[in-house]
């Protein structure tokens, strides 16, 4: 698979399905100037998403590359095929998660925590250290954590806010930790600190509640209203095409809005 060196590489962790899937159609439809990996643990399902955005005939184009979080093999082997087929990355969108229904409302255990960590926090905070040296080629480095309002410690300790009660414990406190991984990354990118990528722009953006397979019921959240996961898509949109550049660093949600940490 090959780009054209005026096409932004663009990699969607967790692209096949929900808010990964709508941000590849997004960005695909949005302009000739981006190439889209689709990264996806099952490459079956990452080959449906694929066939299915290239049918759209979208003028951006699109490859596929196995990619799991949690398996530091995968993310090496990913890391060298996107050096081999394009030799940098402009944008990594670190957009897998997970969100499994609490065992205990107030107290996660071990293992729960453990998977969710995993995925949440371990996976982008490994896929942005192996990833680095593919940013520090691009002319302009971009990095999307794809969190969520509930990893917000304010948010947590403002009862009038309407997310503060909702019990969520080991998704909230690794969202919290996604969040650290954006402040650290942002900060390292403003030294001088070799090994790092200087300059990347980075920001932490929560989606909104909206229709995926993630949390909930999906025709019960379609039937009260709940927005589409493709407003989610537009706001990492907006981050790729440079909208969003006045709030690097921060905390960040759809239609311009920000969010406290
Ligand atoms: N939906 C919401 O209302 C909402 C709100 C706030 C934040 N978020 C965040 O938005 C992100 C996307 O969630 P979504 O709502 O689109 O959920 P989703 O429909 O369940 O999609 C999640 C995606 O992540 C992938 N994934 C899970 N574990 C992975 C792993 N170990 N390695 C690689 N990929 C993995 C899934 O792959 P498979 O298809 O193989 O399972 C799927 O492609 C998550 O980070 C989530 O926390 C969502």
Redesign the pocket.
């Known amino acids: 698979m090959s780009a054209t060196a005026e096409q932004q590489i663009i990699l969607v962790?967790?692209?096949?399905?929900?808010?990964?899937f709508d941000t590849v159609a997004a960005l695909t439809s949005a302009s000739p100037t981006h190439h889209v990996i689709i990264?996806?643990?099952?490459l079956s399902?990452g080959t449906s998403a694929l066939s299915s955005i290239r049918a759209k005939h979208h003028p951006g184009t699109t490859s596929l590359i196995q990619?799991?979080?949690?398996s530091d093999t995968s993310i090496q082997d990913a890391f060298a095929c996107i050096e081999r087929d394009f030799g940098r990355l402009d944008v990594l969108i670190n957009?897998?998660?997970?969100?499994p229904e609490p065992k205990d409302a107030a107290w996660p255990g071990r293992e729960e925590m453990r998977e969710i960590f995993e995925?949440?926090v371990f996976?982008p905070t490994v896929v942005t250290k192996v990833m680095l040296p593919l940013l520090s080629k691009s002319k302009d480095p971009r990095i999307v954590n794809?969190?969520?309002?509930?990893g917000s410690i304010s948010t947590r300790l403002d009862p009038t806010d309407v997310v503060s009660g909702a019990n969520y414990p080991a998704y909230r406190m690794s969202?919290a930790s996604l969040n650290m991984l954006t402040a650290f990354t942002y900060t390292l990118g403003q030294s001088e600190q070799s090994g790092h990528c200087k300059g990347v722009k980075v920001w932490s953006f929560?989606?909104?509640?909206?229709v995926?397979?993630?949390?909930g019921d999906r025709e019960l959240k379609t039937s009260t209203g709940v927005d589409s996961?493709e407003t989610s898509a537009k706001g990492i949109l907006e981050i790729v095409q440079g909208k969003r550049d006045g709030d690097v660093g921060r905390f960040v949600e759809r239609e311009g809005r920000s969010r406290v940490w």
């Open positions: 962790t967790g692209g096949n399905n929900g808010i990964g990264g996806s643990r099952n399902k990619l799991d979080v949690t957009n897998a998660g997970i969100c995925t949440n996976g794809v969190t969520s309002s509930l969202k929560c989606p909104g509640y909206v995926t397979d993630l949390g996961s």
